[in-house]
């Protein structure tokens, strides 16, 4: 790959990659309430589909741990989007907390 064309797509920062270029999309973390039957469960994750929601999955897909399996990740189209699932999330009573992704960098 040409250099210049390399250096618009990702910069070095300290010994790590970083691409750049690419729109980051937002995401929520929410958790359900212990004891959240599976059918409000649903309902929730139907309104988020709903209202523009780009995806809703379990942040550990399988878990059998109670506690790890009542957290999600919510994939939203821009910020705008974002806030106003947030808005949802928490004015729901089966959701114990919501709040955005925070972005993570590697550092080494």
């Known amino acids: 790959m040409d250099a210049a064309l390399r250096e618009g797509f990702a910069k070095s920062e300290k010994g790590v990659i970083l691409v750049a270029g ?4 937002m995401k929520l973390q929410f958790k359900f309430r212990d004891g ?13 589909a709903a209202r523009g929601a780009r995806g809703v999955r379990p942040l550990f897909p399988g878990e059998r ?9 919510v994939e939203c189209k821009d910020p705008a989007s974002g806030q106003r699932l947030l808005k949802l ?3 729901s009573r089966a959701v114990e907390f919501a709040e955005v ?6 550092i080494r």
């Open 22 to 25: 690419y729109p980051r999309v």
């Open 36 to 48: 959240t039957v599976e059918a409000a469960r649903r309902k929730v994750i139907s309104a988020l």
């Open 65 to 73: 741990d109670k506690e790890l399996a009542t957290l999600y990740v």
């Open 89 to 91: 999330l928490n004015a």
């Open 101 to 106: 992704e925070l972005r993570r960098k590697l």
